[in-house]
């Protein structure tokens, strides 16, 4: 059994770029776990931090159920992440804890300052993993995981390169009730943020959810538009990931597991 370890700045975060992949891994019989590092504390234009706080950590549950996964965070505030020493000892005692084959993680060059720390802690680990005198309190790992980028759209200092695919058409819906579950984010804010009119402008949740289903198959489609050699012919929707030399070989064990 293989164990995957998601790593995404925010809750929804990994449910968007590797909630198929989980899946596939989980009905395959490996381990896949979800770390969200910050609570999304700061992610809506109403509610004040705390009882977002503590309704994020419920849509994390609920996403999970869905998944048949586990789904962590370390609770640290949004907007406020940092690759400072503290949190790097915190996320280290995480990985070393889980004791993953493989993380997947955000890029360095992302967006969101959140979701380049979050990459930037990562890679951070990827030697210390195995070093038994950095937080010597948990055991180091003797095998460096191999770490692995989810898909973005930035171009600089380089742009995203596909290395590994994974065919989700058999698993789009639940992806997308998977994601659904974060209503706060996806009925609330990210509607008020992006300025998405037909959500905005839904009568009902039911019209709502119908639209936002409308968004997320768009959104996963054109990943196998962008990267037609990756997929098998006929794939509608896809996730892609780049491998990260700062992580541990990749093998083809773990290439079947993702592709398989």
Not at 73 to 91: H, N, Q
Not at 121 to 127: A, K, T
Request: glycine share 6%.
């Amino acid at each position: 059994m293989l164990t995957f370890l998601m790593i995404g700045a925010h809750p929804d975060d990994m449910d968007l770029r590797a909630s198929g992949l989980a899946m596939h891994l989980i009905e395959q019989g490996h381990k896949a776990v979800f770390l969200s590092v910050t609570n999304g504390n700061a992610g809506h234009m109403t509610m004040d931090k705390e009882a977002l706080r503590l309704r994020r950590r419920q849509e994390m549950a609920n996403a999970a159920a869905v998944y048949g996964l586990q789904y962590d965070t370390l609770d640290l505030d949004d907007g406020y992440l940092t690759a400072d020493i503290p949190t790097r000892e915190k996320l280290m005692r995480y990985i070393r804890t889980i004791r993953p084959d493989v993380i997947i993680t955000h890029r360095s060059c992302d967006y969101h300052p959140d979701h380049r720390a979050c990459g930037q802690l990562v890679n951070d680990c990827s030697y210390l993993v195995g070093v038994p005198l950095f937080c010597p309190d948990v055991p180091a790992l003797r095998k460096a995981p191999v770490i692995l980028f989810s898909e973005d759209g930035f171009t600089l200092p380089a742009p995203f390169r596909a290395d590994v695919s994974v065919p989700c058409d058999a698993c789009i819906e639940r992806k997308i009730e998977g994601i659904l579950q974060h209503k706060s984010q996806f009925y609330e804010w990210l509607p008020f943020d992006g300025n998405w009119t037909e959500v905005l402008e839904s009568k009902t949740e039911e019209e709502a959810t119908e639209h936002l289903k409308t968004r997320m198959r768009e959104r996963f489609s054109q990943t196998v538009k962008q990267y037609p050699q990756r997929f098998p012919a006929g794939t509608q929707y896809g996730e892609v990931f780049q491998i990260d030399e700062y992580g541990g070989e990749m093998t083809e064990e773990i290439r079947r597991a993702m592709e398989g």
